[in-house]
């Protein structure tokens, strides 16, 4: 009886309609198994159990059930109330009966033929439901992946997953810094958002923890991107290898992960090169040069093959950038193979269409990428309702006319300050999205007829620096 509302909101769009059929179900569901308890006292409890805890599951797990799984609890439940009514045969002699089994049918049928038709289409990269601040992060991760080798995740899976563009980390010893702790939480709510067709992302912590300078002990989460064809293309080709890791045709994204995540060093560095899809020959290579080294102590030395990508980094701070972030190790003096060659041109013919693409949906600009690849995927679907960025709240900053001008000293006592209204709720937006500030930063704005005075206060501490990539380091590891 508790699938019902299910079924009706599976299929009738109008409000009134929908809850209409609902009652009606109930109703004359009730009537029938009644009836089954009069005429078989036997079964009928054992009916009424079945059909109570089919209907719970459906309606109180549903939610957070998969979709599909959803739709066969649903159909489950149809099935039952059919068989009360079976059971009942009886009423089929009545013109109530006969009503009672017609509207069963009628509800159990959307079901049966969505089920064929499949589940209905995810909006893709659904940013608009998170809050401004979330979605301001959505966005950003997005464009960031983009610019970098998640392009070749996103567009067709000719890297099966990608990751390197976004990091979390959190103190873990010797107290649990809370904070970084809601702000994975935040990612992981953003992760759920950035799903189109068959891409996906999914927030892998590492089983490692590592030590800072000043003894304190930190764990370490990423953002992956994952292509579903892509990742199926290297489960099937090198079925012998993640067999051993309990991983099959069809596996899901983040049980791959995990399986990879937590395997012995080898099969670990496999699993990983095989994800990135770089070619067989150079994930031969980076294994047997990891064991060698593990053994020995000593680097084998190598040459680097690079895929282009828009964003490219310095090969040292303060020269221009130029080297491209899909990169994977190959011997010392090796000539490019046939499967260099072709994955090079196969990216190839994907960043010239990007190139085109991101200067058509001005992707510097607001959520241009948004709307890159959602014209790109096949399939794509847009969110239902599109919610402006700019009715949620967020903080202001307005400019109050000065009385007089302030003095450009550097000083921050000046007369001409005080009055202005200050704001101060900042986030960190790089290297660690959606934390607060941990350092107090006030800013005020005064202006003239011609000049706009900026004040700000700021808190500053030292800082490490640390490598470009420091993600790429962790799967060696």
């Not at 649903?74 to 009545?94: C, D, E, F, K, P």
């Not at 189109?196 to 992302?201: K, L, Q, R």
């Not at 496999?270 to 990135?276: E, N, P, T």
């Not at 593990?294 to 030395?301: D, E, K, L």
């Amino acid at each position: 009886m508790a699938a019902a509302p299910a079924l009706a909101l599976d299929w009738i769009e109008h409000p009134g309609l929908e809850w209409a059929l609902v009652v009606a179900s109930i109703g004359t569901s009730a009537l029938a198994i009644g009836a089954a308890w009069r005429r078989h006292r036997r079964w009928a409890p054992l009916l009424l159990v079945g059909i109570g805890v089919i209907g719970l599951l459906t309606t109180r797990l549903g939610p957070e059930l998969a979709e599909e799984t959803e739709r066969l609890a649903v159909g489950a439940s149809a099935m039952a109330l059919v068989l009360a009514h079976l059971a009942n045969i009886q009423m089929l002699r009545h013109a109530s009966g006969r009503a009672a089994l017609v509207l069963v049918g009628v509800l159990a049928w959307p079901t049966a033929s969505s089920a064929q038709g499949g589940p209905a289409p995810e909006a893709c990269f659904a940013v608009e439901q998170l809050p401004v601040r979330e979605r301001a992060i959505a966005v950003a991760m997005l464009r960031e992946a983009s610019d970098g080798e998640g392009l070749y995740t996103l567009a067709g899976g000719l890297k099966p997953v990608s990751s390197d563009f976004l990091t979390v980390t959190w103190t873990v010893a010797p107290a649990v810094d809370s904070v970084a702790v809601d702000s994975l939480a935040a990612i992981r709510r953003v992760a759920a958002a950035l799903r189109c067709g068959p891409v996906s992302a999914h927030v892998l912590e590492y089983a490692a923890t590592y030590t800072r300078p000043d003894s304190s002990r930190y764990r370490v989460a990423d953002v992956f991107l994952v292509h579903r064809a892509g990742l199926q293309r290297t489960l099937t080709q090198h079925a012998a290898f993640w067999q051993q890791l309990g991983m099959t045709d069809g596996a899901d994204a983040a049980r791959v992960l995990s399986a990879v995540e937590t395997a012995p060093r080898a099969a670990r560095w496999r699993g990983f090169g095989h994800l990135f899809g770089y070619p067989d020959a150079a994930v031969d290579f980076f294994v047997e040069a990891g064991e060698s080294q593990a053994r020995t102590g000593t680097f084998v030395r190598r040459d680097f093959r690079r895929i282009e990508t828009f964003r490219k980094f310095p090969t040292r701070v303060g020269e221009p950038p130029t080297l491209s972030s899909f990169v994977y190790a190959v011997p010392l003096g090796a000539a490019p193979t046939a499967a260099d060659s072709a994955l090079e041109a196969a990216a190839a013919v994907i960043m010239r269409r990007y190139r085109e693409q991101r200067a058509r949906f001005a992707v510097e600009d607001g959520e241009g990428i948004v709307a890159l690849w959602r014209a790109w995927i096949p399939d794509a679907v847009a969110p239902a309702e599109s919610v402006d960025p700019f009715e949620a709240p967020r903080p202001t900053l307005r400019a109050q006319r000065a009385g007089s001008a302030p003095r450009i000293d550097g000083r921050l006592e000046h007369a001409a300050w005080p009055a202005a209204t200050p704001v101060s709720d900042f986030h960190i937006v790089r290297p660690d999205y959606a934390r607060d500030a941990k350092h107090a930063t006030r800013v005020r704005l005064r202006y003239e007829d011609d000049i706009l005075s900026v004040r700000m206060a700021a808190v500053t501490v030292r800082a490490a620096t640390r490598a470009i990539s420091p993600s790429r380091r962790r799967y060696e590891q």
